[in-house]
Nanobody, 116 residues
């Protein structure tokens, strides 16, 4: 079935940037409703970071507005999260999510660490 694979995580210093990618396995994605990024903060639940709908409208968590940008490349079945002006509190495991035919699909997560 559908598989999501994240990449691009790593270590960045405060104020730095990272770009996360989420590759969706080949196959039919007709019926995709939305895709998004979530993050698991240490000691916290998994929170919404950004969502992009099939119509390309976007929603961002207040904590990342103006710093993160979600986008997609339909031709390559890839979604991105451009992360700028990173802060230590952005440290988390980031998960790619897609809703297709009303079903949730999740990637394995990629670690983002922001530290001096």
């Amino acid at each position: 079935q559908v598989q999501l694979v994240e990449s691009g995580g790593g270590l960045a210093q405060p104020g730095g940037s990272l770009r996360l990618s989420c590759a969706i396995s080949s196959g039919s994605i007709f019926g995709m409703e939305r895709m998004g990024w979530y993050r698991r903060d240490p000691g916290k639940g998994r929170d919404l970071v950004a969502v992009i709908t099939s119509g390309a409208s976007t929603v961002y968590a207040d904590s990342v507005k103006g710093r993160f940008t979600i986008s997609r490349d339909n031709a390559n079945n890839t979604m991105y999260l451009q992360m700028n002006s990173l802060k230590p509190e952005d440290t988390a495991v980031y998960y790619c999510n897609a809703v297709i035919w009303s079903k949730d699909y999740w990637g394995q997560g990629t670690q983002v660490t922001v530290s001096s």
